[in-house]
């Protein structure tokens, strides 16, 4: 048999190992837990989306009220609440409710300060085994960046937060502290639902409903992900403004060579 008859042969069967691959993959998946989500109309979504500052302010509140006391917010610092209509004033007023760890001193000592605009959000717990031992062994994960590490993004939050039964369904027997989400993979979850009608007294008066309150604290956590988003879509804008015409005058500065050519 010839090199390349080996060759290809060789070829062939990784190829066909490949498809094989895909296949039980795509049928695992398929048969899985996974849910439908359903897609929400967010601002921030398309070429031109922006952050709903309401709706980022009101998010926020939820965030420090419900979420703030279990979970972290580690890339977020104080400072950044000015971005989405804070005042300077107000955040100093935040971030003084909060202890920093700082030092060491003249006498080379550690000591606790209030935190300040520049200081990152104060995590709840000192670690993560303190923050396990305070939840029953679970450990409430931090929320910077959650909206880009789960699959579906803001929707899959807004699911996760709306989608809670008070009962699993016949069959299903949940474990010990755990609650039945139709979203989360395996649909038992160790965090008890976080959410309902009027569990946060908005400050604008919105009404506080449980569909009001994931939509809000989504947006906020969108923006914590991706603080930077406004500013990086209207720089994209720009650049394809200016391909645009730089096109348009490559291609009349080349009509008009052509053109003294013939």
Same mark, same amino acid.
Request: glycine residues 8%; hydrophobic residues 40%.
């Given at each position: 048999?010839?090199?390349?008859?080996?060759?290809?042969?060789?070829?062939?069967?990784?190829?066909?190992?490949? !498809?094989?691959?895909?296949?039980?993959?795509?049928?695992?998946?398929?048969?899985?837990?996974?849910?439908? !989500?359903?897609?929400?109309?967010?601002?921030?979504?398309?070429?031109?989306?922006?952050? /709903?500052?309401?709706?980022?302010?009101?998010? $926020?509140?939820? $965030? &420090?009220?419900?979420?703030? &006391?279990?979970?972290?917010?580690?890339?977020?610092? $104080?400072?950044?609440?000015?971005?989405?209509?804070?005042?300077?004033?107000?955040?100093?007023?935040?971030?003084?409710?909060?202890?920093?760890? /700082?030092?060491?001193?003249?006498?080379?000592?550690?000591?606790?300060?209030?935190?300040?605009?520049?200081?990152?959000?104060?995590?709840?717990?000192?670690?993560?085994?303190?923050?396990?031992?305070?939840?029953?062994?679970?450990?409430?994960?931090?929320?910077?960046?959650?909206?880009?590490?789960?699959?579906?993004?803001?929707?899959?939050?807004?699911?996760?937060?709306?989608?809670?039964?008070?009962?699993?369904? %016949?069959?299903?027997?949940?474990?010990?502290?755990?609650? $039945?989400?139709?979203?989360?993979?395996?649909?038992?979850?160790?965090?008890?639902?976080?959410? /309902?009608?009027?569990?946060?007294?908005?400050?604008?008066?919105?009404?506080?409903?449980?569909?009001?309150?994931?939509? %809000?604290?989504?947006?906020?956590?969108?923006?914590?992900? &991706?603080?930077?988003?406004?500013?990086?879509?209207?720089?994209?804008?720009?650049?394809?403004?200016? !391909?645009?015409?730089?096109?348009?005058?490559?291609?009349?500065?080349?009509?008009?060579?052509?053109?003294?050519?013939?």
């Amino acid at each position: 048999m010839s090199i390349s008859m080996k060759l290809s042969r060789t070829l062939g069967t990784a190829f066909t190992g490949l !498809l094989l691959a895909a296949a039980i993959s795509t049928t695992a998946q398929a048969s899985g837990d996974s849910v439908k !989500l359903e897609k929400q109309d967010w601002s921030f979504n398309g070429i031109f989306g922006t952050y /709903d500052r309401g709706a980022l302010k009101r998010g $926020y509140q939820i $965030y &420090s009220e419900v979420c703030v &006391s279990c979970h972290s917010l580690n890339y977020v610092a $104080y400072r950044n609440l000015m971005d989405i209509g804070f005042e300077e004033d107000n955040v100093k007023e935040i971030a003084a409710e909060f202890e920093v760890e /700082d030092g060491p001193n003249d006498e080379g000592e550690m000591y606790l300060r209030p935190a300040r605009p520049s200081d990152r959000f104060v995590a709840p717990y000192a670690n993560e085994k303190a923050s396990r031992a305070a939840n029953n062994g679970a450990f409430p994960p931090d929320l910077s960046l959650m909206v880009k590490a789960r699959k579906g993004g803001p929707d899959y939050l807004y699911g996760l937060l709306t989608r809670y039964q008070e009962e699993a369904p %016949d069959g299903m027997e949940l474990a010990d502290g755990m609650s $039945y989400n139709e979203v989360f993979p395996g649909h038992q979850i160790a965090m008890a639902q976080p959410l /309902d009608d009027d569990a946060v007294e908005y400050e604008d008066g919105t009404p506080a409903t449980l569909v009001q309150h994931a939509k %809000d604290v989504t947006t906020f956590l969108a923006w914590a992900a &991706s603080p930077e988003m406004e500013q990086r879509k209207r720089l994209g804008i720009k650049v394809m403004l200016f !391909l645009f015409v730089w096109t348009g005058m490559l291609i009349a500065l080349k009509k008009k060579i052509w053109a003294k050519l013939h």
